[in-house]
């Protein structure tokens, strides 16, 4: 009686292992972001967080020229804080990284503002400092480290949108 | 600090040379972790061949493994040097690896780079201003901040009553040494690398060739203070704009070299056939650009080497610098960089002579010069094998502050 008993919970384990590994065999694929997009474009950067780059403009402070970009930002999945946390937008000109300034932002607090549930951010700015008239090349990553292509581990990308730089 | 000179058993024992000082202390923090590093160096060299090879991709959760797996004691390399900084300087081991922790803390990493890339001034409590630092894998900062801690920490013991010295003996000792060490002792490295990106580029400009001979030469002193993390701002932008670089990656590629030919120069003179091994293994990691076991274990302990690899580093670097080399990939410096110097010809052969005259040459120059060998203590250190039982709890006694 033992024995049986013992075959049969066997048998329900392997059964259940076997159900469990079928299970397994979903190939995995996060949410793949685009790997461009374009001003005014509402881009979905990871699985949570949306940016939708609204305006690019140039600005002069001084002897300098900065590429001031208002953007509206959107978290799908509860309350998040806007910044590092969940996201990170950065600039290059011909390969090289541009300086972060916020000098000429209206409200350096809404990078770091709080939102609930499906709320959006709006207008939220950052500067960069200019280094000559080429188009500025905006990386916008999300907060993922990696994501999943068809079951394989990939390193996590930005999303990169081209701004003209206007003389 | 005179702990350290009895500890390290160097061959400058007893003297009070201000630099030997420095050395030990540096030889004395390092040694207990140069096990770990020799291993993540070899992981990381095999996690390079292997790509190489076309073994594993590098979107493969093999990699993604290895790649970890070698870099993790390089990442978290402060925590390392907290604990056996704080043995070396007489303060609470885990109060020290505790405030490391906090400074490779994801959530502080990520501020600090987010503050720095979106240009956002970082202070404390709205008032303190807090300089950007990159702490993960940096060695001065966290040396500096447990010497600090060190000295605070007995008088947070002094004041303290007895009743609530465990409560408040960590919690101040912690505050404290994490403020100071956030606020003025760790962008120490920061600074010191900024000004010396600025010098670099500015002589890259006026005499080009001088530049890989110092970087050839110094490059153990930018690895020690951290600051040649300075310098890959200037190698990625001269990458990005000009496609190739001349500032970091010839110099960098001959200082390693050159430390390889050291650490093998030093296995074969060398008699103990433990320390034999160990410079043997540090000699092929440096090979593959992993030389901080080269550096800490070899060269500054036993000295004369260090001036050996500073020679041939220099003069290979010159060599680099006169022929004018390109690096155009970011590999790390060693043998498998050459990939990144094969166009054209003449380009890889120069590399190629570069790298013979940074071995060779450091490799002869360490026999010329010589070295007094270390003693059996030192050598078991290195090896990472267990200290005798009475000396591990001196040690600990020592480290706990119980003296």
Redo the contacts between chains.
């Keep these: 009686m033992k024995r049986i008993g013992s075959i049969l919970l066997i048998a329900a384990l392997v059964l259940s292992l076997a159900a469990c590994s079928k299970g397994g065999q979903k190939e995995f694929t996060t949410n793949l972001p685009p790997e461009t997009g374009e001003l005014g474009e509402d881009i979905r950067i990871d699985a949570s967080n949306h940016i939708q780059i609204k305006k690019a403009e140039v600005v002069r402070d001084g002897e300098r020229e900065i590429l001031l970009i208002t953007y509206d930002w959107y978290f799908e999945g509860g309350k998040a804080r806007a ?3 969940q996201y ?3 600039a ?1 000109q ?4 541009l ?4 000098s000429q932002v209206e409200s ?1 607090k809404k ?1 770091v503002t709080q939102i609930n549930v499906d709320e959006k951010l709006e207008d939220i700015q ?2 960069f400092v200019l280094r000559d008239q080429e188009p500025v090349t905006l990386s916008l990553m999300g907060n993922e480290s ?1 994501i999943f ?1 068809e079951g ?4 996590a990308y930005p999303v990169t949108v081209e701004v003209p730089v206007a003389p | 600090m005179s702990v350290v000179a009895k500890k390290a058993g160097s061959p400058a024992k007893g003297k009070t040379n201000p630099l030997n000082k420095v050395f030990d202390i540096i030889g004395g923090i390092f040694k207990p972790i140069l096990i770990v590093i020799i291993g993540g160096g070899v992981l990381q060299a095999l996690r390079d061949v292997l790509l190489m090879l076309g073994v594993i991709g590098k979107v493969s959760s093999s990699y993604l493994i290895l790649n970890a797996l070698g870099d993790c004691a390089f990442y978290f390399l402060p925590i390392f040097l907290a604990y056996s900084s704080a043995q070396v300087f007489g303060a609470t081991p885990y109060m020290s690896a505790a405030v490391a922790a906090f400074l490779v803390y994801p959530s502080i990493t990520n501020m600090f780079t987010w503050a720095n890339n979106v240009g956002w001034s970082l202070t404390l409590f709205g008032t303190i201003p807090v300089t950007y630092a990159k702490y993960p894998s940096s060695v001065l900062p966290i040396i500096l901040i447990v010497l600090f801690q060190s000295k605070i920490e007995p008088l947070i013991k002094k004041v303290v009553p007895e009743l609530l010295k465990t409560i408040f003996v960590p919690v101040l000792t912690m505050f404290f040494t994490a403020i100071v060490g956030l606020v003025i002792l760790g962008p120490i490295g920061t600074w010191i690398g900024d000004g010396l990106a600025a010098a670099i580029s500015w002589l890259n400009r006026t005499v080009p060739w001088l530049v890989p001979t110092l970087v050839g030469a110094l490059s153990p002193f930018l690895v020690i203070t951290g600051s040649h993390y300075s310098l890959f701002p200037v190698a990625t932008q001269n990458l990005a704009q000009l496609g190739y670089d001349t500032v970091l990656l010839p110099g960098n590629m001959a200082s390693n070299i050159a430390l390889a030919g050291m650490s093998f120069a030093v296995a074969m003179r060398a008699k103990n056939p433990k320390y034999k091994s160990y410079s043997a293994s540090s000699g092929i990691t440096s090979l593959f650009g992993i030389s901080q076991s080269s550096l800490y274990g070899n060269a500054i302990p036993l000295k004369k080497p260090l001036i050996a690899s500073i020679l041939g580093g220099g003069i290979a670097g010159f060599y680099a610098g006169i022929t004018a080399i390109k690096g155009h990939s970011f590999v790390t410096p060693g043998l498998l960089s050459l990939v990144g110097y094969l166009q054209p010809t003449s380009n890889i052969i120069n590399a190629i002579i570069t790298c013979v005259i940074a071995f060779a040459g450091t490799f002869v120059l360490t026999l010329v010069l010589g070295f007094e060998e270390p003693d059996e203590q030192t050598v078991r250190e290195l090896s990472g094998e267990a200290a005798p039982a009475e000396d591990a709890k001196a040690g600990t006694d020592k480290a706990g502050g119980k003296k």
Excluded at chain 1, 99 to 102: A, F, Q, S
Excluded at chain 1, 152 to 155: E, S
């Design positions: 910044g590092f946390e990170v937008i950065t290059k011909g390969g090289v990284a300086k972060g300034d916020l350096i990078l950052q500067g990696w292509k394989k581990p990939v390193h």
